[in-house]
Nanobody, 122 residues
């Protein structure tokens, strides 16, 4: 079993930066592709970013490309999402997730964290 715990969310102003962290426990992280998703009220979870086990391959949603960076530290069982140039439309609950395959598809992810709220004001 894999447990994921996100942290680092909070309030920010447009243009600010935040870094989300995801601690993975219960199983070694080193071979699992990981992703970040987000959800706004009334909407489905949407893909934000993902990376493979080594971090050598990354995928981003067009809406965050060039502003967000996903990374990982397998020795610490941590995955990060650096969010720069935040916009009000980035306001959402952000979820860390683990999968057996590198994917942008929500259904491919087997393990999910509880989410962390990010709110960006103008």
């Amino acid at each position: 079993q894999v447990q994921l715990v996100e942290s680092g969310g909070g309030l920010a102003q447009a243009g600010d930066s935040l870094r989300l962290s995801c601690l993975v426990s219960g199983r070694t992280l080193s071979w699992l592709p990981m992703g970040w998703f987000r959800r706004t009220p009334g909407n489905e979870r949407e893909f934000v970013a993902a990376l493979n086990w080594s971090g050598s391959t990354t995928y981003y949603a067009d809406s965050v490309k060039g502003r967000f960076t996903i990374s990982r530290d397998n020795a610490k069982n941590m995955v990060y999402l650096q969010m720069n140039s935040l916009k009000p439309e980035d306001t959402a609950v952000y979820y860390c997730a683990a999968s057996r395959v590198l994917s942008s598809v929500t259904g491919e992810y087997n393990y999910w964290g509880q989410g962390t709220q990010v709110t960006v004001s103008t």
